[in-house]
């Protein structure tokens, strides 16, 4: 069955850089579209990006100049690289695959961003 | 980007009740809207895609309708099993962009 799953550090320290990963089954990366989204504590739901089927990427403008997608199609993996990191980063980051918006989400992973 | 405005923040229901929540949206998003529910830590789970079309294995006492900019979220008698958060998300454009969602609980 269709799974998304996410992994990283739970703590990064200011300015740092965060790096998490997507692992997927039961369906390719050349066949939908994965996009992450966040949610900081007690607040909404946030688009960060995506990375097409083809591997083109699309980021938040927002978040843009220090955002990263890529991904290894070989490994069924999506990564998510973001530097600079501030404590308004905190929150859940989910990966979701694409299909008439998000049918399947990860689990999420919670980020802290504190020294 | 397309604004999601969502109503209400709250609500408080009694086992039985009929429930409905709404999204706004800030422009046409020719019903690519869909809602989720997410309980206390766990994912949030798709009930309804493009307005009107129930996820398999969502149980039916949950509905959607809408067009335009004006959407709903109907349930129809609520559950216990229902009390979670639940918000909507518009696929129409990029960037998706979601309601701030509903708490709902039981009276």
């Known amino acids: 069955q269709v799974q998304l799953k996410e992994s990283g550090p739970g703590l990064v320290q200011p300015s740092q850089t965060l790096s998490l990963t997507c692992t997927v089954s039961g369906f390719s990366l050349t066949s939908y579209n994965v996009h992450w989204v966040r949610q900081p504590p007690g607040k909404g739901l946030e688009w960060m990006g995506l990375?097409?089927?083809?591997?083109?990427?699309d980021y938040n403008s927002a978040l843009k100049p220090r955002l990263s997608i890529s991904r290894d199609t070989s490994k069924s993996q999506v990564f998510l690289t973001m530097n600079s990191l501030q404590t308004e980063d905190t929150g859940i980051y989910y990966c979701n695959r694409n299909y008439y918006g998000y049918d399947y989400w990860g689990q999420g992973v919670m980020v802290t961003v504190s020294s | 980007d397309i604004q999601m405005t969502q109503s209400p923040s709250f609500l408080s229901a009694t086992v039985g009740d009929r429930v409905t929540i709404n999204c706004k949206a800030s422009?046409?998003?020719?019903?690519?809207l869909n809602w989720y529910q997410q309980k206390l830590g766990e994912a949030p789970k798709r009930l309804i895609y493009?307005?009107?079309s129930l996820q398999t294995g969502i149980p039916s006492r949950f509905s959607g309708s809408g067009s335009g900019t004006d959407y709903t979220l109907t349930i129809s008698s609520l559950q216990p099993e229902d009390v979670a958060t639940y918000f909507c998300l518009q696929h129409n454009s990029g960037p998706y962009t979601f309601g701030a969602g509903t708490k709902l609980e039981l009276k």
């Open positions: 422009q046409n998003i020719n019903k690519y």
């Open positions: 990375i097409w089927s083809g591997g083109n990427t």
């Open positions: 493009n307005t009107n």
